[in-house]
């Protein structure tokens, strides 16, 4: 598939509804964050390696994850496993100027590759950062929303704690995807949408 090929299937499929997100997938191409080897296949919906051991995903499953997430122009978001750079900067684009995303990544080799496919676009409210040994980035905090794309034992409460009351957080737990809300500070409502496959979460 070419790129026009690829989201005239993910929107005549109904998995891309959201006409802002649409957009984000017709401007931030997936071939400028993976590497060259795999450029004839850029377009296919399943996933390709990124070197590592991990993944950049499949376009259905990151439409998928992105329509469920609802970002809007304006949200301070977080992406949890920003890997090759892809999800982060489909967010930064849909965000805005007044919106801020900021990935982090535990991989070294990853965080550089990321910030350098980040470069090819002008997302100044966007960027990549080294993960530590606490989950998420709790000092750009709270957050409206955290988009994670790699798979947890169970919903990790560090994450929930960085939501902002009343934001929502979208992640692959075992094989499901779950949408977090954060009712306050200490009741949250899940859902779950089961039957997928993702890397694991490392932390």
């Known amino acids: 598939m070419n790129k026009k090929e690829l989201i005239y299937f993910l929107t005549h499929n109904n998995i891309l509804?959201?006409?802002s997100i649409i957009q984000a997938f017709k401007k931030i191409d997936r071939k400028d964050f993976i590497p060259t080897k795999y450029a004839d296949e850029a377009y296919n919906d399943y996933p390709l390696s990124i070197g590592f051991n991990q993944t950049i995903s499949q376009p259905s499953t990151v439409?998928?994850?992105l329509e469920i997430l609802s970002p809007k122009k304006g949200d301070r978001i977080l992406d949890v496993g920003s890997g090759s750079g892809w999800t982060t900067a489909l967010l930064g684009y849909i965000v805005g100027i007044r919106g801020r995303v900021c990935g982090v990544e535990l991989i070294p080799d990853l965080v550089l590759f990321g910030r350098y496919n980040l470069e090819k676009y002008n997302l100044e409210n966007t960027r990549i950062y080294q993960a530590t040994q606490h989950l998420g980035l709790k000092e750009k905090g709270?957050?409206?929303k955290i988009l994670v794309s790699a798979t947890a034992k169970e919903i990790p409460q560090e994450l929930v704690d960085q939501l902002k009351v009343g934001g929502s957080m979208v992640i692959p737990v075992k094989n499901s995807i779950f949408k977090v809300y954060k009712k306050s500070e200490d009741r949250i409502e899940k859902k779950e949408i089961p039957?997928?496959?993702f890397v694991p979460l490392i932390y």
Do not use: E, I
Request: no cysteine.
């Open 142 to 144: 709270p957050f409206d």
């Open 63 to 65: 439409a998928l994850m």
């Open 195 to 197: 039957g997928f496959v």
């Open 17 to 19: 509804k959201t006409k």
